[in-house]
């Protein structure tokens, strides 16, 4: 198993442009979540979906920040327009709720917004 | 809502010696427990997790960590670190279905293994 995959690993970008960062889940999974971390704030939920539909977006930051899931091997989260405060390592997990299971993180993404 | 706390931003431990990690909730139900583990530039790697029975938990790496519901406690730990344990560790918290709802974490625990 190839585990989640993001991408891509490390971005730098100029304040006002627009970020899309992408998670492929681990095949057979129906949940995955995009987390925020900073050393400020930690390790933060952004927002989750269960078979591809959002539940809970209550911790994306503002309308800046968006989240889709076309499919159930494909992720995106957008942030247009970036901002200097959005720089943060972006991670994806993914899991088989309902089994017992729990949350596989993918590599991250670094991102720097200067 | 829940909450993890770790009271410990950074331990310093000599290689051979015993570790402990710890690790306080807040939660007002049955919570599911996890340690996370993240070396530099990497991802999370789950640890040990406790969904219910036993309250003493064993995990990868050597590592246990007990539940005790009195003290809303989840410490982690480990008899005898080697200095590829160095990394930063995370407790976390979930309300529902093995965190099927997302996952609280701690701020986390930086260790450092002195030769």
């Known amino acids: 198993d190839a585990g989640v995959i993001q991408s891509p690993r490390h971005e730098v970008t100029e304040m006002g442009q627009e970020v899309t960062l992408r998670c492929k889940p681990i095949?057979?999974?129906?949940?995955l979540f995009w987390y925020r971390q900073t050393m400020m704030r930690g390790l933060e939920l952004l927002i989750y979906?269960?078979?591809?539909?959002?539940?809970?977006d209550s911790g994306m930051p503002e309308d800046r920040f968006s989240a889709k899931m076309p499919n159930a091997s494909f992720s995106t989260l957008k942030i247009q327009p970036s901002e200097p405060r959005d720089s943060a390592v972006y991670f994806c997990?993914?899991?088989?709720?309902?089994?017992?299971?729990?949350?596989?993180f993918g590599p991250g993404t670094r991102l720097t917004v200067l | 809502a829940q909450s993890v706390t770790q009271p410990d931003i950074h331990i310093t431990v000599s290689e051979g010696a015993s570790l402990e990690l710890r690790c306080n909730y807040s939660?007002?139900?049955?919570?599911?427990l996890f340690w996370y583990v993240q070396s530099p530039g990497q991802g999370l790697q789950l640890l040990l997790k406790?969904?219910?029975?036993?309250?003493l938990v064993q995990g990868i790496k050597g590592f246990e960590a007990e539940f005790k519901r009195s003290q809303s406690s989840f410490n982690l730990r480990k008899p005898s670190v080697h200095w590829s344990d160095a990394a930063e560790y995370f407790c976390?918290?979930?309300?529902?279905?093995?965190?099927?709802?997302?996952?609280?974490f701690g701020k986390g625990t930086h260790l450092i293994i002195q030769p």
């Open positions: 997990a993914s899991m088989l709720a309902g089994a017992a299971d729990t949350q596989y």
């Open positions: 095949s057979g999974h129906n949940s």
């Open positions: 979906f269960n078979n591809n539909v959002p539940i809970d």
């Open positions: 939660y007002g139900a049955t919570p599911y």
């Open positions: 406790y969904f219910s029975g036993d309250t």
């Open positions: 976390a918290v979930g309300a529902t279905g093995g965190g099927a709802d997302g996952l609280t």
